[in-house]
């Protein structure tokens, strides 16, 4: 009819709208592979916070059994609201943001994720990327029907690129695989590593082989990195180059073109025009207050918050302010080699932790840190909700990275005795990398060290991956952010907001040691209750809620700074060793001597500093690693 959509319904309530949007369907797209449903009244299959989804674009040979589906394969995202009121709503923005992080989840390799709002008869188009939410102005679909058709059945014409997904990625009959340097690499089903936030480098990695089969000797790496940073792949081929040892291999890496284009943020925001950032309130009564919402302690679970700020929060997105882009904010910072006070700070001590990727460091239902994500920060890099008047978004490079070995993570240990020699070694490969290769790593954790298979007498039985935020010595500031690192392992004088050092990742070394000791190393005594153990002996971890390393990741770096210094402390210290599981009740003695080797007294304080004669440290540690590996061995020779 004039100026209305025939059978419309009004008021357009939702249950009437999907079926009016169903038979609008099935008159414009009939006989296409794709078609759009709606999951309003059942959960998608794969979500970790049981969201429904009003409308989605799938492919129409993917429905699994009772008509469900599931968020791997949802192409395109919709959100539906009865009021045109709430088409520039905030909740209208984190619900459908909600749905993206979703899909970023259950699709790892996804570029960028379309979607649509239709609030009453206005209907706004979004995209998300690694750099965050953007949108076109709203049209009322009823003055503008061509338009309307033109959206929907646009979408489902687009190409597999066209709509984000990964197609450097190729498929055959024996699974996926890349090509690189004539070779193909096949990869695994599922990745070994992947982040769940929006806002982020979006770090996948999977196990790959040169045949199938074959063995897992490489891991293949997709990320989207800042372009104001040193690509990972030419610091690892420059290491490699100068003969350091002790860290994962280059075979190969690349930036990524998808249908002969770039694949970088810029690429796909060229020709755009953005509006002025839309901000929040902080002020608003779904608003938490700054402190509380970017405070790390109090993020909460996206199911039981019922603050917007929150939510956002864990969707990987800022409550600092809402824009269609992100900010790629430069900071002025200082990479003092030995001297971590000189140079001007980017931000106060008192600053609160930047919470871009919170979601992937605080574990939603259980409220700690989720270890298995690649989750490292770089504070003071905006994120996709940060306004900023220097630039419109930040701009990230979809790069590709082929690594030798795959090896094991480090919580795959299968002795105390292994574990510590792949620290040891792991240290190693860090002073091979500082002395020969001229790196500094700048982000160890418990996910960036790996156990390796020795191949011969001599090699590593632990290796160093992961140079994402690593930085050549002597070269230009980057452009990106000032503090780095992973919340849990940083360094004080790094939570300071002091310039970053070899003795930083020197202490960051010791926390990953303190923090197995106390994460793992229990066992499993099945369902029986008393002294008699399962015979099927199963290693679990402890709850770090319950523990003092709560402090080590909660509050503003000042908090968890000061939470480090008085774990530091020799009584404090010895609170922390109490809570050593049992498997490594014998490695107190080696943590009391690593953290003799790295807070030696100096002028009845606590050292926190860095030598500059770097063996000082390098061989104390090394050394205490020695010698807990000597007297475990004669241990367990004396057992035998």
């Avoid at 094991?408 to 299968?414: E, G, T």
Wanted: aromatic residues 8%.
């Amino acid at each position: 009819t004039e100026s209305h959509w025939s059978g419309w319904p009004e008021p357009s309530i939702q249950g009437r709208i999907f079926e009016w949007f169903m038979k609008f369907q099935s008159t414009v797209l009939s006989r296409l592979s794709r078609r759009y449903y709606t999951s309003a009244n059942q959960v998608l299959r794969g979500s970790e916070a049981d969201r429904k989804l009003d409308m989605f674009l799938t492919s129409v040979d993917v429905t699994l059994s009772n008509s469900e589906h599931d968020w791997s394969s949802v192409l395109v995202i919709g959100e539906h609201k009865q009021n045109p009121a709430e088409d520039r709503a905030t909740k209208t923005l984190i619900q459908l943001a909600g749905y993206a992080r979703e899909v970023f989840g259950s699709q790892p390799d996804r570029r960028f994720v379309p979607g649509f709002t239709i609030c009453g008869s206005l209907m706004r188009l979004w995209v998300f990327d690694r750099s965050g939410p953007y949108n076109s102005e709203e049209f009322d679909i009823h003055m503008e029907p061509e338009r309307f058709i033109r959206v929907i059945a646009g979408y489902a014409l687009m190409t597999e690129a066209e709509l984000g997904l990964n197609t450097f990625i190729k498929r055959d009959a024996t699974g996926k695989y890349i090509v690189v340097r004539g070779v193909r690499i096949f990869q695994e089903d599922h990745p070994i590593a992947s982040q769940k936030a929006i806002v982020c480098r979006g770090t996948t990695c999977y196990r790959g082989r040169r045949g199938d089969p074959g063995e897992w000797e490489h891991v293949v790496k997709f990320a989207w990195p800042s372009d104001k940073r040193q690509r990972e792949g030419d610091l690892l081929k420059l290491a490699k180059e100068r003969g350091v040892k002790g860290i994962a291999e280059w075979f190969h890496h690349e930036q990524i073109t998808i249908d002969g284009n770039p694949d970088t943020i810029a690429h796909f925001r060229r020709g755009m025009k953005f509006g002025a950032p839309r901000k929040l309130s902080s002020k608003a009564s779904w608003v938490d207050s700054m402190e509380s919402s970017q405070a790390y302690s109090r993020t909460r679970s996206l199911r039981r918050s019922r603050s917007s700020a929150a939510r956002l929060t864990g969707l990987g997105i800022s409550t600092s302010s809402t824009t269609i882009s992100s900010s790629g904010q430069k900071r002025k910072r200082d990479e003092g080699f030995v001297d971590g006070n000189s140079g001007k700070r980017s931000r106060s001590i008192e600053s609160r932790s930047n919470v871009a990727d919170v979601e992937i460091i605080v574990d939603a239902e259980k409220r700690e840190p989720d270890t298995t994500s690649h989750h490292s920060i770089q504070e003071a890099e905006p994120d996709s909700l940060a306004g900023c008047e220097s630039e419109t978004y930040g701009n990230r490079i979809h790069c590709c990275l082929v690594v030798s070995p795959a090896g094991r993570p480090l919580h795959a240990y299968s002795s105390v005795g292994e574990l510590l020699q792949a620290l040891r070694d792991a240290i190693r490969g860090h002073k091979s990398l500082l002395e020969d290769g001229k790196i500094l790593h700048r982000d160890i954790s418990e996910n960036n060290i790996i156990i390796t298979e020795a191949a011969t007498k001599g090699d590593p039985k632990g290796m160093l991956i992961d140079l994402d935020l690593a930085k050549e010595l002597d070269s230009l500031p980057s452009g990106a952010s000032h503090r780095t690192g992973t919340m849990q392992f940083m360094a004080i004088e790094v939570l300071q907001g002091k310039g970053h050092t070899y003795r930083h990742d020197l202490e960051s070394f010791f926390y990953v040691f303190t923090w197995m000791c106390i994460r793992y190393g229990y066992e499993d005594v099945g369902e029986t209750s008393g002294p008699r153990r399962s015979t099927a002996k199963k290693t679990r971890t402890r709850p770090i809620s319950t523990s003092r390393l709560r402090g080590w990741y909660t509050g503003t770096y000042a908090e968890i700074a000061r939470n480090k210094l008085g774990d530091m402390d020799k009584n404090g210290f010895e609170d922390i060793v109490a809570e050593f599981a049992p498997q490594f009740e014998n490695q107190k003695q080696l943590a009391r001597e690593l953290r003799s080797a790295l807070f030696p007294i100096r002028d009845g304080a606590i050292f926190t500093a860095t030598f500059r004669n770097n063996y000082i440290m390098y061989d104390g540690m090394i050394d205490a690693f020695s010698r807990a590996i000597d007297r475990l061995r004669k241990e367990e020779q004396a057992i035998a």
